[in-house]
Structures are given as C-alpha cells and as structure tokens.
C-alpha cells in the first residue's frame, strides 16, 4: 500500500511541475529534464508513471478541460450554449493551457501518429458531445445532421480560438457570443 500511496503522490508532483513549468517558461521550457527536477524525481521514476512528456502535458491539458465542464459525470444534461460557453472558458480563463493545447494540436499532430490519433479521438468525442446537445435541443434533427452542425460549430470555436492566440487583443468573447446568438437563431428557424 505504502508504494501505491509512493506512485501516486510522484505522479502528481510530475503533473504539479509540468503544469508550473507551462505556465512559466511555455512549452519548449518544459523538457523532460525540467519536470524531472522541479518534480525532485529521476527520470526512470517518471516514465514509470508517463510514456512521454508529452503524456504528462496532455493530462495537465484534460484537466483544464475537465474543470469547465458543464456536465462532467457525462449524463447529458449540457445545453449547446453551455458546451460553448465551456470552450470559452477553457481558451480564455486557462489560456496558457490552451495555447499550449493548440499548439501541440497542429505541431504534434502533424508529426507524432499516435498523439494525432489522441487528438482526433478527443475532437470526435467532442463533436458527438455537441451533436447530443443539439438533438436533445431539437429532436427532429438527424443523427447525421447533428454531426455535421457540430463539426460546423467547432469548425468556427477552433478557428477563433486559432485567431486569438495569433493575435492575442481579438475579441474572442464577442465572437463566442455572437456563435451562441447565431446558434440560437438557426434552432429557431428550423
């Protein structure tokens, strides 16, 4: 028991350090080394726990994530706006995080298979996610269509996000706001 107890509280000191060490000196500052002595533990010890630095930076990502869920027992009880809203407050009230998330997202994902296969994985879990919440919005909307408006309408909250991190004074809340007023408007009129 004593070990276990051991591995857990290493593996939250390495998740404690990588989330530290992002928000301090971003994501070409987060080695391997780094986390290793901000966390106080040799490298066998960490990739006792992780496969990858990347795998500890990803988990630090879900957590984010995780923390503006609006439904996060999964019971499908959020609203497309509350999803919406969620995103927003993942790009702008952890916005180191995000940043990094996209930038691993496009730069990862270009070059590592299996993070591209993680990320796409997300992404479709996202969209089946919104497409729930738009057919409990509007039960006449086919499967199919609910997908499609879901990746239309993530289409449209990455490229902001995309555009914000570019250019940091954009008006990405405005934006997010006008998305969900259009949103409902469409639902409106069909």
């Not at 857990?8 to 080695?31: F, P, Q, S, W, Y």
């Not at 966390?39 to 496969?51: E, H, K, Q």
């Not at 509350?82 to 496009?106: D, H, P």
Request: one cysteine or more.
């Amino acid at each position: 028991m004593a070990r276990y107890q051991a591995g857990i509280r290493t593996e939250a000191r390495i998740i404690d350090a990588t989330r530290e060490l992002l928000g301090e000196v971003g994501l070409e500052g987060t080695t391997l080394k780094a986390i290793c002595d901000r966390a106080g533990v040799r490298a066998g010890s960490f990739y006792n726990i992780f496969d990858s630095k990347e795998e500890a930076i990803m988990r630090v990502v879900a957590e984010a994530i995780a923390s503006v869920d609006p439904d996060p027992q999964g019971a499908g009880t959020d609203t497309v706006g509350e999803l919406i809203k969620a995103y927003a407050r993942f790009i702008t009230g952890q916005s180191t995080v995000a940043r990094i998330y996209l930038q691993t997202v496009v730069s990862g994902g270009l070059t590592d298979n299996d993070l591209a296969k993680r990320f796409l994985r997300h992404h479709e879990r996202r969209v089946a996610r919104f497409a729930d919440a738009i057919r409990r919005t509007d039960p006449e909307i086919g499967v199919a269509e609910a997908g499609e408006d879901a990746e239309l309408l993530l289409a449209a909250l990455n490229g902001l996000a995309f555009h914000w991190m570019l250019q940091p004074a954009f008006d990405f809340t405005g934006h997010i706001r006008r998305i969900i007023d259009a949103h409902e408007w469409l639902r409106r009129r069909r």
